[in-house]
């Protein structure tokens, strides 16, 4: 039996902050993964993450999982669909 469960969010003015910051931060990697993934002709998701995600951690203050999903946030980097998803 599947289980589907609509849940909204509803944060303080501070954690609503944190969130548009974060999100902010997420597309400005993915878009700098994208360039990176032009630049060096890189289509594959694995090498993709390889040359990528410690700059994308540190330079952005990431986390792990942030920053994990970058290559796949644009068309070409991983995602099978091809198509990016608005964050």
Sequence with gaps: M???VQVKLLPTPVQAAALEATLH???EAAS???E???E???KNNFAL???TYDQAKARWGLGAQ???RCPGRFPGGG???GRCRAG
């Design 66 to 68: 942030a920053a994990q």
């Design 79 to 81: 995602s099978p669909s």
């Design 25 to 27: 931060a997420c597309n």
């Design 36 to 38: 990176v993934a032009f």
């Design 2 to 4: 599947k289980l589907v």
């Design 49 to 51: 993450r390889r040359l």
């Design 32 to 34: 700098w993964v994208s």
């Design 40 to 42: 060096k002709d890189v």
